[in-house]
Each structure stands twice: as C-alpha cells, then as structure tokens.
C-alpha cells in the first residue's frame, strides 16, 4: 500500500510529473509574453525617442497630429 501512495505522489503530486510539465507548459506561455512585451516596449521607446526634444520626426508627429486631431491638408483626398 506504501509503494501505491508514493507511486501516486510521484505521478500526480505537488511535485510530480503531471506537475512538472504543468509548469514547464506554463514557463514557456510566460517566455513568449515576456518576448511580445518586450518588443512592445522597444517600439514604444522608440517612437518617444522619435518625439523627444533631443530628436524631433516631423513625419511622425505629423501622422500623430492627424491621427488625434482627425484633420488634413487642404491638397489630400481621404478615403474611408
């Protein structure tokens, strides 16, 4: 009977195989957010350094002022 509890706790324990591999599963799902979030935050510190009084994109703060703003120039078409 002694063999049969311990052969269930290394299977199906806190510490056993079905919970090893919960836990791998997990460490892995967490790998890719960590990787979609950091490539997140290297295009967003990118475009505030593009915004930045040191180095100022005129492209991009012209596609950000029409973006918030919603308006054109008085030479373009828009399209919808």
Sequence with gaps: ???VYFTFAAVQGDYG????????AERDALSRDLAA??????EME???RRLSDT????????Q???SILGMIRSDEIVIR
Aim: avoid cysteine; proline fraction near 0%.
């Design 1 to 3: 009977m002694l063999g």
């Design 17 to 24: 195989l079905f919970r090893r591999v919960e836990i791998a």
């Design 37 to 42: 979030l950091s490539t997140e935050i290297a």
């Design 46 to 48: 990118n475009l505030t």
């Design 55 to 62: 180095y100022l994109d005129l492209d991009l703060l012209d």
């Design 64 to 66: 950000q002022a029409r």
